[in-house]
């Protein structure tokens, strides 16, 4: 069955502007907030009520297929997917909206760690072996959970050819993705939103 092709005008910059928009109203709250990481913040990024809402997840999966294609790399990625929980929305949106656009790619999930029972597999989803994929994430602080993704994919005997995150702190991640041999895209930053 061929791609449905979205033969709608479609403008990257409005679906930017319009992604920020809903990740300012919807995502980020303001205050004094004890991270992850054990550092303090005056404002906490919950992405997951932007990747799970009606409203923004479409504009998810097109910004995440937008960078691709900036990058020159839309047409030679056969899969995205990433760590659960936070990839999950990220993955589905961007394999719906590739879709719509009439450049399909398959979504997987990559578990924390293997199941022990059933076939024992730490990557859900098609089969990635010997396919390009990219790892991505929702927000990403230190890289380190979608790193934690790109080592089980690499294991699966997939080739990881970048990653991309919809929401980058500017708090180290890029830096340590990139010291690991891979391309680190941002489709946003919180610079974006005025928080830096």
Same mark, same amino acid.
């Given at each position: 069955?061929?791609?449905?092709?979205?033969?709608?005008?479609?403008?990257?910059?409005?679906?930017?502007?319009?992604?920020?928009?809903?990740?300012?109203?919807?995502? $980020?709250?303001?205050?004094?907030?004890?991270?992850?990481?054990?550092?303090?913040?005056?404002?906490?990024?919950?992405?997951?009520?932007?990747?799970?809402?009606?409203?923004?997840?479409?504009?998810?999966?097109?910004?995440?297929?937008?960078?691709?294609?900036?990058?020159?790399?839309?047409?030679? $990625?056969?899969?995205?997917?990433?760590?659960?929980?936070?990839?999950?929305?990220?993955?589905?949106?961007?394999?719906?909206?590739?879709?719509?656009?009439?450049?399909?790619?398959?979504?997987?999930?990559?578990?924390?760690?293997?199941?022990?029972?059933?076939?024992?597999?730490?990557?859900?989803?098609?089969?990635?072996?010997?396919?390009?994929?990219?790892?991505?994430?929702?927000?990403?602080?230190?890289?380190?959970? $979608?790193?934690?993704?790109?080592?089980?994919?690499?294991?699966?005997?997939?080739?990881?050819?970048? $990653?991309?995150?919809?929401?980058?702190?500017?708090?180290?991640?890029?830096?340590?993705?990139?010291?690991?041999?891979?391309?680190?895209?941002?489709?946003?930053?919180?610079?974006?939103?005025?928080?830096?």
């Amino acid at each position: 069955m061929a791609a449905m092709t979205d033969t709608r005008s479609y403008d990257p910059a409005q679906t930017r502007e319009e992604l920020l928009k809903l990740i300012d109203s919807l995502a $980020v709250k303001r205050g004094s907030f004890t991270l992850s990481s054990g550092k303090q913040a005056d404002y906490y990024l919950d992405l997951r009520l932007v990747t799970l809402d009606h409203r923004s997840a479409p504009l998810v999966g097109d910004i995440v297929l937008d960078v691709l294609e900036a990058e020159g790399l839309l047409d030679s $990625v056969d899969a995205v997917g990433g760590l659960t929980m936070g990839a999950d929305p990220v993955g589905t949106a961007t394999m719906h909206a590739s879709v719509r656009r009439g450049t399909p790619l398959d979504t997987f999930v990559v578990r924390k760690q293997a199941k022990e029972h059933g076939m024992g597999k730490r990557v859900e989803g098609p089969d990635v072996r010997g396919r390009r994929v990219v790892a991505v994430e929702d927000t990403s602080t230190t890289g380190g959970s $979608v790193l934690t993704a790109v080592e089980a994919l690499r294991e699966a005997g997939a080739e990881v050819v970048a $990653v991309v995150v919809v929401m980058d702190r500017n708090t180290g991640a890029r830096e340590r993705v990139e010291a690991e041999g891979l391309r680190y895209l941002t489709a946003l930053t919180t610079a974006d939103l005025g928080l830096d």
